[in-house]
Nanobody, 122 residues
Framework: QVRLVESGGGLVQTGDSLRLSCAAS????????MGWYRQAPGNRRELVAA???????NYADSVKGRFTISRDNAKNFVYLQMSSLKPEDTALYYC????????????????WGQGTQVTVSS
């Protein structure tokens, strides 16, 4: 059974940093592409960042230069380091896994986590 468990969310102030973690189990992690999505109330789920099994990364324009996605294949973790947080970054952040990075980019992922809430106060 595949499980993606996010952690690290919380309430922070504008300009703060936060690191999200996603623990993956039940899948051959090293060959999977991983991603982070987010969804704010009333909005559609949107891609934040993706990383291929080889380490190629993609970012939404809104987070480029502020967020960094990384992975630890030895520990089966993917991370999202977020800095210079803004109120518009407030959302439920989801971890995603798929064999294809293109599917991650297209939102057609095989597996989703339950999400971790990030709230940025102004």
């Amino acid at each position: 059974q595949v499980r993606l468990v996010e952690s690290g969310g919380g309430l922070v102030q504008t300009g703060d940093s936060l690191r999200l973690s996603c623990a993956a189990s039940g899948l051959p992690f090293s060959i999977y592409a991983m991603g982070w999505y987010r969804q704010a109330p009333g909005n559609r789920r949107e891609l934040v960042a993706a990383i291929s099994n080889g380490g190629t990364t993609n970012y939404a324009d809104s987070v480029k230069g502020r967020f960094t996605i990384s992975r630890d294949n030895a520990k089966n973790f993917v991370y999202l380091q977020m800095s210079s947080l803004k109120p518009e970054d407030t959302a439920l952040y989801y971890c995603a896994a798929d064999r294809s990075r293109l599917d991650i980019l297209g939102g057609r992922t095989d597996y989703w986590g339950q999400g971790t809430q990030v709230t940025v106060s102004s």
